[in-house]
């Protein structure tokens, strides 16, 4: 699958340091350690609606982490799946009828040009279910042979006799080591969060669905023992990261709506096909941003979409801006001001920008660096700026090189081009 252009990283000064983290499976703040190079796995969209501002946050903040990381000295592999196959897909496409094809290729194409408004760096690795599909198959496969995954009666199977294939969580000891959630949390999300706890001839309710076999209407793909049929949810990201990353690779991410079963299961699911444990040293999660009182989701239909206000002639910068106004671990709401603060605050800093000289550019970009090291505190970081604009616009135009070198940090360790 083909990502979007990689926006340019201007060099600053120096190095930032060792980067620390919340990792939700220790529920601790911890410095990451990743050797030289830094594996980053984060989730990718289901395309059947645009970008909005939930999601935006999530790609903004992984992005932030892999400056950062490459601002410690780091290499990062960053490798993200596109669920370009799955039931909220399929349903959107009978309801509006199209193609599942057509929709998934059109929303994949806005979310590139959103994220490459938003100045993200695109993944190294970006690919679709459709293309993982011998991965996964070798996989499930594996799983079956491995005597993990259980076979279930599947009546209304397209080829008669032809089964759906679960996990079975009583083999893995290390289920719920991702979210910590006891059996009570997982049951009261998994329903809603694409499980089916009432599907009969489950080992267990939560047995995680890996391959569902055809559907009279529904798209499937050959796959040898298996029978002809899809993938479910959570293994491909097992068996992408598995073949593009290895593990243990260093950070996991999405929104707080993954940990459980998503990511619970994708970890899981790994543990069953090799030795390695944990699936991620650390498991990172973006807060949900609300609009008017409620989480801002496409069942609701309350979207900020970040190509409606690019089609509108809001900056992308500015939208940028008013993501990283909010640290990532809180819970925010989008508002009439939240944008408008936004414009304001990019407009100063392009003011103090655009002087003949500027206040001491060091300072700043040592609290930019710490900030961001800090789990990440972009609102600290952008205070740290203010000031420094605020400085420089009262007067203060000491260092003849000072704006260079601020735009340059502002660019590269926060993504905002000015
Ligand atoms: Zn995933």
């Known amino acids: 699958m083909i990502s979007w252009p990689t926006p340019s990283i201007p060099a600053v000064p ?63 592999r960053y490798v993200q799946n596109i669920t370009d196959v799955d039931d909220p897909l399929l349903e959107r496409a009978d309801r509006d009828g199209v193609e599942w094809t057509a929709l998934a290729t059109d929303e994949i194409e806005l979310f590139r040009e959103d994220m490459t408004a938003l100045a993200v760096i695109p993944p190294d690795v970006y690919l679709g279910v459709v293309e993982s599909m011998p991965q996964i198959i070798r996989d499930v496969t594996a799983l079956c042979e491995s005597g993990i995954a259980y076979a279930v009666e599947t009546p209304d199977a397209l080829t008669p006799g032809a089964r759906d294939i679960y996990f079975d969580l009583s083999r893995e000891d290390c289920f719920g080591a991702v979210s910590g959630w006891d059996r009570e949390a997982m049951m009261a999300v998994f329903a809603e969060r694409g499980g089916d706890p009432e599907r009969a001839g489950k080992r267990d309710a939560l047995d995680p669905l890996l391959w569902r076999v055809e559907r009279q209407g529904e798209p499937a793909w050959d796959a040898g023992v298996l029978g002809r049929g899809r993938p479910g949810w959570h293994i491909e990201c097992t068996a992408i990261a598995l073949e593009h990353l290895g593990i243990p690779f260093t950070v996991q991410g999405g929104g707080t709506d993954l940990i459980f079963p998503h990511h619970e299961m994708s970890a899981v699911q790994a543990a069953g096909l090799t030795d390695e444990r944990p699936f991620a040293t650390a498991y990172v999660h973006q807060a949900m941003v609300g609009l008017h009182g409620e989480k801002m989701s496409k069942s609701k239909g309350n979207l900020v979409l970040v190509s409606r206000l690019r089609r509108d002639g809001v900056d992308p910068m500015a939208i940028r801006l008013a993501l990283l106004a909010h640290h990532y671990r809180t819970e925010w709401e989008w508002t009439d001001d939240t944008l408008d603060e936004a414009l304001q605050r990019l407009d100063s800093w392009r003011k103090a920008l655009s002087g003949n000289g500027a206040a001491d550019p060091e300072p700043v970009v040592a609290a930019i660096r710490s900030a961001l090291a800090n789990d990440l505190d972009s609102p600290a970081a952008l205070t740290a700026v203010d000031a420094w604009a605020a400085a420089t616009s009262a007067g203060d135009e000491s260092q003849v090189d000072g704006a260079g070198v601020v735009a340059r940090a502002i660019d590269a360790l926060l993504g905002v081009r000015l």
């Open 14 to 76: 120096g190095a930032g340091p060792a980067v620390r983290v919340h990792d939700t499976s220790s529920g601790q703040v911890r410095e990451l350690a990743p050797g030289p190079v830094a594996g980053l796995y984060v989730c990718g969209i289901t395309p059947y609606d645009a970008t909005h501002m939930g999601h935006a946050a999530t790609y903004v903040t992984f992005d932030l982490l892999g400056r950062a990381l490459r601002d410690a000295g780091h290499e990062v």
